[in-house]
């Protein structure tokens, strides 16, 4: 259905800027024939009666002019409403409206250009314009002046044409594009909807495809990390822990001599910092309790090295009451990576974990006060962040890294609560 939607307004937009574009030809084309109109009339009809005696306004021979050129001119012509002859110096030679013929009037700048350049002029009649006392403007008219020479004088044969009819020209001219237009794209439409339909289709179809290969491989290093916490857990942790009570419960023994018990006690505490290395390894690779109320906890246990390396860490939890379990384990996965760049490549001696809820949406930051880098530039340290882009990305979440060199580092997140 939207395609369709698509189609249809697609169409009426180019319908609406085709019939814009051809009313403009198709008015361009119904003033060209006025033009040619008018250019014909003057050479065929109005040319062959002038004489020397009409340009000097004589009362025979306008009257002469007027029989000779009447019916060819007015009567044959319907379009034609009146006719002016004009002489150089702006005296009116001859009007079909006879009280004028002879008196002398101002010509337009265009009506000079046309003498003196040729071709043909165009204006809008003006019913204040002296030159149309008397002119009938029941409908709005339209002056076309074209030059001619008589006895090598020369003069301006001028007709006026109602512009009703001009516009009505130009929608008989217009009428045959604007039903090939709007055939031409309803067949188009016809033809390219279900092409586009199928494309997008195919499209979707593989988008959803590469975000379930993306959930799926997500899905899958869980388990995997379920997996290996799990054989950690259940097999190295519980050796080195009853390793650990058996080398101390030794140490404890009085029949153990000194140098002996002192050497069983710094490998009771080698073991016992080796066990808790181990707790945090597990927590890093998967948290056992991944969801709203465990986030904290396990966010706790993955900033818990930081002590070792002489950083102070924080983290604060908020908020976050129902979030999916989907929606958490991003922010644990997103964090785990900005933590652990924090930790080894920063230099920082504060890292601020921070997960709120704003506009029901988790926002996590991660916020060092390390030596910072250029985003710009690619390195080792960034390949994991940018790994978890494409993945926060298709989830409809947004991820940003702001840093500069020497001023620290923020890794923001932010993805929909449920």
């Given amino acids: 259905m939207q395609f369709l939607l698509l189609a249809v307004v697609t169409m009426t937009a180019i319908i609406a800027g085709t019939n814009w ?7 361009d084309e119904a003033v060209a024939e006025a033009r040619n109109t008018t250019v014909v009339l003057a050479n065929s009809v109005a040319l062959p009666a002038m004489d020397r005696r009409l340009l000097r306004a004589q009362a025979g021979a306008i009257d002469r002019f007027r029989d000779l050129t009447e019916q060819g001119l007015l009567i044959d012509n319907p379009e034609t409403v009146r006719i002016n002859v004009w002489l150089a110096d702006g005296t009116l030679v001859f009007s079909d409206l006879g009280a004028l013929s002879g008196a002398p009037f101002e ?3 265009d009506h000079r250009r046309v003498l003196r350049e040729g071709g043909t002029g165009y204006a809008v009649a003006d019913e204040d314009d ?6 009938n403007f029941d409908e709005q008219l339209v002056r076309v002046y074209t030059p001619l020479v008589v006895d090598d004088q020369p003069v301006l044969f001028e007709a006026y044409f109602s512009l009703d009819r001009i516009e009505q020209r130009r929608e008989e001219i217009l009428a045959p594009f604007r039903w090939i237009t ?5 067949g188009l439409l016809v033809i390219v909807t279900p092409i586009l339909w199928l494309l997008t289709r195919r499209l979707t179809r593989a988008g959803e495809e590469r975000e379930r290969l993306l959930v799926h491989a997500a899905d899958a290093s869980d388990a995997e990390r379920r997996r290996i916490a799990r054989d950690l857990h259940d ?17 404890r023994d009085p029949a153990v001599p000194e140098p002996a018990r002192q050497t069983l006690d710094g490998a009771g505490d080698s073991l016992r910092d080796s066990l808790r290395a181990l707790r945090s390894l597990l927590a890093e690779i998967h948290p056992p309790d991944l969801h709203a109320d465990g986030l904290e906890p ?8 930081a002590a070792n390396a002489g950083i102070q860490a924080s983290v604060d939890v908020s908020g976050i009451e129902g979030a999916s379990d ?15 760049n924090a930790l080894r490549h920063s230099d920082a001696t504060t890292v601020a974990v921070t997960v709120h809820s704003v506009d029901s949406r988790l926002r996590l930051e991660v916020v060092d006060d390390g030596v910072g880098f250029d985003p710009a530039v690619s390195g080792p340290d960034r390949y994991g962040l940018k790994g978890l882009r494409s993945l926060v990305k298709d989830i409809g979440g947004e991820i940003d890294v702001i840093s500069a060199p020497g001023a620290g580092t923020t890794v923001r997140m932010e993805v929909a609560q449920q």
Avoid: C, K, Y
């Fill in 298 to 305: 396990a966010l706790n246990d993955l900033v818990a090295p």
């Fill in 107 to 109: 010509l337009s700048s």
């Fill in 130 to 135: 002296p030159e149309n006392a008397g002119t």
């Fill in 326 to 340: 989907a929606s958490v384990a991003l922010v644990w996965r997103v964090a785990q990576e900005a933590v652990r």
């Fill in 21 to 27: 574009i051809a009313e403009d030809v198709a008015e």
């Fill in 235 to 251: 097999g190295v942790v519980q050796d080195i822990a009853g390793t650990t009570f058996s080398v101390t419960a030794l140490s």
């Fill in 182 to 186: 709007i055939g031409s794209l309803a």
